[in-house]
């Protein structure tokens, strides 16, 4: 097996750090590399990711470096670089930008009743239990009075008329609750939450 010489071995290492730090800041790393290696669309491949002023300072030095390190490399060493840069660009993936969690309103009503009975979301969204009923309610997760299915979803105390208790819905599944103050509770509302 041959061995690399220790200088490609320096290449292959800060073209590792190239990939990451095209992932956190592919603009200035685009302007950058495409300037001094003269690669007019080099590393058009990623996202960018927001990070702290110190951080971006950081990784900015590290590939300033890398490019002098580049500079000062031999033409072959240079060809494996951009090689293995190409390369990387094949295998990297966008990923979409994450998801705005949504708000949504259950209202409690006289009766014992809510709007709406049945919801569905996604997980990370909240949902906002006011209470419009003229006592204290109480929304809390099946079954009754362990609320097992989803102990956190629980409005401690109750919720005063007019009122509201905030649940942020953080797994998927299935969750129906009921008013944890009547006796013999049966199930009031149902949400359904999609991943």
Not at 23 to 29: I, R, T
Not at 38 to 60: F, H, M, Q, V
Not at 94 to 123: D, F, H, M, Q
Not at 135 to 141: D, F, N, T, V, Y
Request: charged share 20%.
């Amino acid at each position: 097996m041959a061995k690399f010489p220790k200088e490609i071995a320096v290449v292959v290492v800060f073209s590792v750090i190239v990939i990451v730090l095209v992932v956190v800041f592919k603009n200035e790393l685009q302007k950058t590399i495409s300037k001094e290696l003269g690669i007019p669309d080099a590393l058009l491949i990623l996202t960018n990711i927001p990070n702290s002023e110190k951080i971006r300072s950081y990784y900015l030095a590290e590939a300033k470096q890398f490019l002098n390190t580049i500079k000062k490399s031999t033409d072959e060493e240079q060809s494996i670089t951009l090689a293995l840069l190409a390369e990387a660009k094949k295998q990297v993936v966008t990923l979409p930008p994450p998801r705005v969690s949504k708000e949504y309103t259950v209202n409690i009503l006289s009766g014992v009743r809510v709007e709406p009975a049945n919801l569905t979301i996604n997980a990370g969204d909240v949902v906002v239990f006011v209470n419009k009923d003229f006592e204290l309610r109480w929304p809390s997760a099946n079954p009754y009075p362990t609320r097992s299915s989803l102990p956190s979803l629980n409005a401690e105390g109750g919720i005063g008329i007019g009122d509201s208790f905030s649940y942020k819905f953080l797994k998927a599944g299935k969750f129906s609750y009921h008013d944890y103050l009547l006796d013999n509770p049966s199930t009031i509302g149902t949400i359904t939450v999609l991943l």
